[in-house]
């Protein structure tokens, strides 16, 4: 199950699709949610591990938006 949630992550980065604007997550019953800001890139992985293993979670992503080492994890949460 961990394997194609992080599955479904890769493949919405290597589109090129951001976890907030995938839309087709939200027609299938999902929404998205900031779970953590101002994360170490590791803090950020750590957390992302863990928010994967919860079963109302299809998928998460940490992002460094600003290119400043401050990451932001973002979760895609059933509705």
């Known amino acids: 199950m961990q394997i194609r949630k992080i599955a479904t992550t890769v493949a919405l980065c290597a589109a090129g699709m951001s976890v907030l604007g995938a839309g087709s997550a ?14 170490t890139e590791q803090d950020c992985h750590a957390r992302m591990n863990e928010a994967i293993k919860n079963p109302n979670v299809g998928g998460a992503i940490c992002e460094d938006g600003n290119h400043d080492g401050k990451y932001e994890l973002t979760v895609s949460v059933r509705n």
């Open 26 to 39: 939200l027609a299938e019953g999902w929404h998205n949610e900031i779970w953590g800001t101002n994360l």
